[in-house]
């Protein structure tokens, strides 16, 4: 994982409410009113002289994605309790969030021992050490620039629009709805979180790009799992970045995408998990609107419904050629809207700003930055990177 100390202003701690402050687009999207519940949105944090995340969750309970206060310690409760120890992190309490586990939680965030005032903390990416990161492409363009991707006749397009997740997308480049997911996947070192530095190596990419992501975070782990059943499997959902290189993923390598896709800092993610259970929008996640913003600008505005193989086609799929577990990360594809595909095309540079939000999970803020720049402030004692972001731009806030 690309090592950050996450925002900071001026010396002094940014609260991390604002990486959950939603933003309006210039259409805000309807959203269907909130039921009060004791939503469960879970964190990895640290506090003061905290050497390593700890696992958490944000209270007070049912309260909007900007209105969090506190931030429990799950750890310290679960070993107060006489629960399963959390020595693990994320992947400890996911792999055993059972009813019984749900209970602990939702006690434990009812308990004033283990608060720390959330503008204290730093939040980090939920889940830094996921057995897999599987990825549902968009295209397949074996050995091809994205402009000659564009020339192709009809017949050829039927070739490379396999994988291609978002109905959307697929009207946008004008390519037929494939058949099948196409899978890929990143390493776990390419993870970062809210507020930490995107890496721009410029010695090794110019054509940088977004996409904003619905992520999958698997709970119950499996093999050959049935459709019907997948959603057992999965524990919640997160906001992904799927930062991705497009000159070495379509024009170097042999055509091979991993270079593109997996450098350090290309998977942001966070700022929360929200668990599957906790309403009706957030069952299967069918219905949940998703954008990126550029410097303020929006660059994608779509939504869940668009989704080609929807979460539970997904685990199905995957699951018959390799087995999941818990804390497992599954990005499921981006809409249209992205770089690459714009004329002229759009690529990120040094000191870009990139959003990206999905309603009801939070949203990431993240800087692009000169490698060689960042390099400069790496600290001689292997101490946390701290070149984060100063704060949301004023142009992606209310």
């Known amino acids: 994982m690309l090592a950050c100390m996450g925002p900071r202003s001026s010396g002094t701690m940014l609260n991390n409410s604002a990486a959950l402050t939603p933003t309006l687009t210039p259409t805000p999207p309807t959203r269907a009113p909130r039921r009060p519940r004791s939503m469960v949105r879970l964190v990895s944090f640290t506090a003061g002289a905290d050497a390593a995340p700890r696992v958490g969750v944000l209270i007070p309970l049912g309260a909007a994605e900007y209105a969090h206060t506190h931030v429990v310690d799950l750890v310290a409760a679960f070993a107060a309790d006489g629960g399963p120890p959390l020595t693990g992190g994320m992947r400890t309490l996911l792999s055993s969030l059972d009813s019984s586990s749900g209970i602990r939680v939702r006690t434990a965030a009812q308990d004033g021992r283990w608060r720390t005032a959330l503008a204290d903390t730093r939040l980090h990416a939920p889940i830094t050490d996921p057995e897999k990161i599987i990825c549902g492409a968009r295209h397949q363009f074996p050995m091809l620039a994205c402009h000659r991707a564009r020339a192709l006749t009809?017949?050829?397009?039927?070739?490379?629009?396999?994988?291609?997740?978002?109905?959307?997308?697929?009207?946008?480049?004008?390519?037929?709805?494939?058949?099948?997911?196409?899978?890929?996947?990143?390493?776990?070192?390419?993870?970062?979180?809210?507020?930490?530095?995107?890496?721009?190596?410029?010695?090794?990419?110019?054509?940088?790009d977004f996409e904003v992501?619905?992520?999958?975070?698997?709970?119950?782990?499996?093999?050959?799992?049935?459709k019907e059943r997948a959603l057992e499997h999965i524990a919640g959902?997160?906001?992904?970045?799927?930062?991705?290189?497009?000159?070495?993923?379509?024009?170097?390598?042999g055509g091979q995408w991993l270079l593109g896709k997996t450098g350090d800092g290309y998977s942001p993610i966070g700022p929360c998990i929200v668990t599957r259970d906790e309403g009706p929008e957030f069952r299967d996640a069918g219905s949940l609107g998703l954008r990126t913003f550029l410097n303020g600008d929006v660059m994608q505005n779509s939504n869940t419904s668009q989704l080609v193989f929807k979460p539970a086609d997904v685990i199905?799929?995957?699951?018959?050629?390799?087995?999941?577990?818990?804390?497992?990360?599954?990005?499921?594809?981006?809409?249209?809207?992205?770089?690459?595909?714009?004329?002229?095309p759009l690529h990120l540079k040094d000191g870009d700003e990139v959003v990206v939000e999905i309603d009801g999970l939070g949203r990431l803020h993240n800087t692009v930055r000169s490698a060689a720049k960042l390099a400069g402030?790496?600290?001689?004692?292997?101490?946390?990177?701290?070149g984060g972001v100063?704060?949301?731009?004023?142009?992606?806030?209310?």
Request: glycine share 12%; with cysteine.
């Open 237 to 253: 959902w997160t906001v992904a970045h799927d930062v991705s290189a497009r000159d070495l993923q379509l024009k170097r390598n």
């Open 154 to 208: 009809e017949a050829n397009r039927s070739r490379i629009a396999v994988g291609m997740n978002y109905h959307d997308h697929c009207a946008e480049i004008g390519v037929a709805v494939p058949k099948e997911p196409v899978l890929f996947g990143k390493f776990a070192s390419s993870i970062t979180g809210p507020g930490c530095p995107i890496p721009l190596d410029e010695d090794l990419t110019s054509e940088l």
């Open 390 to 398: 100063p704060g949301p731009s004023k142009r992606a806030r209310l």
């Open 377 to 386: 402030l790496q600290p001689s004692s292997g101490a946390q990177l701290s």
């Open 213 to 226: 992501e619905l992520c999958i975070v698997v709970g119950k782990g499996g093999r050959r799992i049935p």
């Open 316 to 344: 199905e799929w995957a699951s018959r050629y390799f087995s999941l577990t818990a804390g497992d990360l599954i990005f499921t594809g981006t809409p249209g809207g992205v770089g690459v595909f714009r004329k002229p």
